[in-house]
């Protein structure tokens, strides 16, 4: 949905409510009628005052005329006072229902965006076929490993953790970097978070690392880019998380992309989830220093591990 569609809703009801309540006014109170009276009754008594300014005093025709006068014309003021209320009483009286005041995002709007975010990011990824209620960790071995653990516990505890994040997520979490081989439920997990807090009304992105670039490159070359997609929303929403880091074709553009974002949020400590398949070895010949540095230095890693349950979901179908 995109920032005029929004918008739209945001008037729908109230213009839908202001409708009804003037067809309400026009059944009960003849309105149209009085409305066009307004003027005729006000040039009546503007004459009669004028007589009684020349001469001072009014007779009891005329005085009883302005009397009656008057208090039809205070009526119809006040109901044309209502029509006014009715129709121009604005949800966010700051911006006017526009979603911007001098060019900037108006809270109002940002509000609706975050309600509006879920149905956003399924278009870029099912959210509702990932939450940690379905995420097996039967599909991991339960063999012991040499550090006396199995796949299967150790994932459970990862499960655990990333739930108890989810859970008690706020502006200050930490970062984290989910990493290990292709297929071991990084994407399950990540977007089982992003499910959770976007439930708790905070605002998430979520994004492949290609998507993510295509969209600033698009910006670049001035394509027709939508509102949610804004620079500022991906760099300061609440939490961005990206998936499959290191997937993207990079590029001089693309890496300083990655650097400014990793950097924005880490100097302002906004929480950021980073998924990839890549080891600590293979980061650090693929990235520039300064990416790589931020990564190790502010992100909490989160080793997965496990044979590929993609292959062993599939097998048992």
Known sequence: MDEKKLIDEFNYSRIKAARYKIRELKRNRDFDKYLKNIGEISLKLSKI????????????????????????????????????????NYRCPVCQDK??????????????????????????LPLRDFTFENFSV??????????????????????????????????????LLLIGRTGLGKTHISASIANLVLSKNFDVFYFSSLNLLQI???RKFSYVH????????????????????GAEFLTKFTESVIYNIINFRTMRELPTIINTNLGFEE???????????????????IKFVGCDIRQKKANQR
């Open 138 to 175: 039967n599909y991991y071995s339960d063999s012991l490993n040499d550090d006396k653990m199995s796949d299967r516990k150790y994932m459970g505890r990862v499960l655990k953790f990333c739930l108890e994040y989810a859970q008690k997520f706020t502006i200050s979490s930490p970062s």
């Open 49 to 88: 005052r004028v007589k009684k300014n020349k001469f001072g005093n009014l007779s009891d025709e005329d005085s009883e005329k302005e009397r009656e006068l008057t208090q039809k014309l205070d009526f119809l003021l006040n109901e044309k006072s209502k029509y006014e209320k009715f129709y121009g």
């Open 99 to 124: 979603g911007r005041v001098d060019g900037k995002i108006c809270k109002c709007l940002e509000n609706l965006i975050k309600v509006n975010r879920f149905d956003f990011l399924n278009r870029l």
């Open 283 to 301: 980061l650090g010949s693929r990235y520039d220093e300064r990416i790589v540095s931020r990564i190790i230095g502010k992100f909490k890693p």
């Open 226 to 245: 939508e509102f949610f997609y804004s620079e500022e929303n991906i760099f300061k929403c609440d939490l961005l998380i990206i998936d499959d880091l």
């Open 216 to 218: 600033f490159e698009e």
